[in-house]
């Protein structure tokens, strides 16, 4: 019995904002993409800013957007294994809801 070939994976596409939008007008009638453009923009600055003043942003059945906090830690330099002290920071992060 002769082996299946492994199937192909599909390459990622790596969606950019242009691309968003031009999938979301043919979701849409009666929306122009500069409107959605506008909608796009409107919704990632409130999103950001609201995290930047340490909210969070939930959308339902979606996902969630807050930061996250790292504490001070001792790391090594990988070329020379050098212990370095690495300062705590913070950054925004997005926990999914979605199951796949």
């Known amino acids: 019995m002769a082996k299946k070939a492994p199937a192909k994976k599909k390459e990622k ?3 950019s904002q242009v691309k968003l939008v031009d999938k979301i007008s043919k979701e849409t009638e009666g929306i122009t993409k500069k409107d959605i453009t506008a909608v796009v923009n409107a919704l990632m600055s409130v999103v950001v800013d609201s995290v930047r003043q340490g909210d969070e ?3 339902v059945g979606f ?3 807050k930061t996250a906090h790292r504490n001070a830690r001792t790391g ?3 070329q020379t ?3 370095i002290k ?3 920071s913070d950054s925004f992060a997005f926990r ?3 199951r796949f």
């Open 81 to 83: 294994g050098e212990p």
């Open 57 to 59: 942003v939930r959308l």
């Open 86 to 88: 690495i300062k705590a």
């Open 76 to 78: 090594r330099n990988p």
């Open 13 to 15: 596409e790596i969606v």
């Open 96 to 98: 999914s809801n979605i």
């Open 63 to 65: 996902g969630t957007f």
